[in-house]
C-alpha cells in the first residue's frame, strides 16, 4: 500500500471509530435526555483530544527507537485499533442502555465496564495489526506502550474536563483525583 492509501484507510477508520462513539454516548446517556444528545459530541471528542495527546508521541518514540518502523504503520494500527475498540463500545450500547433504564446503581459501573472491555479489544486488535504490517519486534514496544499509557492518562483526565457522560459521574469522571478517593471526598 502507498502511503496515501494507508492515510486514506486511517481516516476511514478513525471517522467510523468517531461514529460509533458517539452511538455508545447516546446509549451511556439514554437515562437522561440531555445527556444523551450532548454525548453525541462529547464522547467522540473525547476520543479525538486523547489520540491527539497520545499519537504524536507514540510516533516520536517509533522514530527514536527503530529505524525499520514506518510512522504510518502505526498510524494504521492504531486508527484500525480505535475502530474496533468504538465498534465493541457499540455492539455494548444496548446493554449500556438497558443498565442506563433501569438501574441507577449498575447503569454507570456497565458503562465503564463496556469501556475498559472496549479497550482490551483495542489493544489486541492493534498489537495484531502492527503483527500483520510486519512492525513487530522489541523496538516496537517502547511506542506501543507508550501510545497506550498516555492514551488511557488523558482520556482519564479529559473526562474530568469534559461535561459529564452520564447523569452521576464515576470514579473515572473525577480524572486522577478520583481514582483511590472515596465517593464523599469527591463530592
Not at 486511517?10 to 471517522?15: E, L, N, Q
Not at 449498575?106 to 500483520?132: N, S, Y
Not at 488511557?152 to 469522571?173: D, E, H
Request: hydrophobic fraction near 60%; proline fraction near 4%; glycine fraction near 10%.
Amino acid at each position: 500500500m502507498s502511503r496515501a492509501e494507508r492515510m486514506y484507510i486511517a481516516g476511514i477508520a478513525f471517522a467510523g471509530a468517531l461514529a460509533c462513539a458517539a452511538i455508545w454516548g447516546l446509549a451511556a446517556g439514554s437515562g437522561s435526555g440531555s445527556f444523551a444528545i450532548r454525548n453525541l459530541a462529547s464522547v467522540p471528542m473525547l476520543v479525538v483530544v486523547s489520540t491527539l495527546a497520545a499519537l504524536p508521541l507514540g510516533m516520536l518514540a517509533l522514530r527514536l527507537t527503530t529505524a525499520t518502523g514506518r510512522a504510518s504503520d502505526l498510524l494504521v494500527a492504531h486508527s484500525g485499533a480505535t475502530f474496533a475498540g468504538a465498534l465493541t463500545m457499540l455492539l455494548l450500547a444496548p446493554l449500556v442502555a438497558l443498565y442506563q433504564f433501569s438501574s441507577a446503581w449498575a447503569g454507570p459501573i456497565v458503562a465503564v465496564l463496556t469501556v475498559v472491555v472496549a479497550f482490551i479489544c483495542g489493544i489486541f486488535v492493534f498489537i495484531r495489526m502492527l503483527h500483520k504490517l510486519g512492525a513487530v519486534g522489541s523496538s516496537i514496544v517502547i511506542p506501543v506502550v507508550l501510545l497506550a499509557v498516555v492514551q488511557v492518562a488523558s482520556l482519564a483526565q479529559l473526562a474530568a474536563l469534559a461535561p459529564p457522560i452520564m447523569p452521576t459521574r464515576t470514579t473515572f469522571g473525577h480524572g486522577v483525583d478520583g481514582i483511590g478517593l472515596s465517593s464523599e471526598a469527591i463530592r
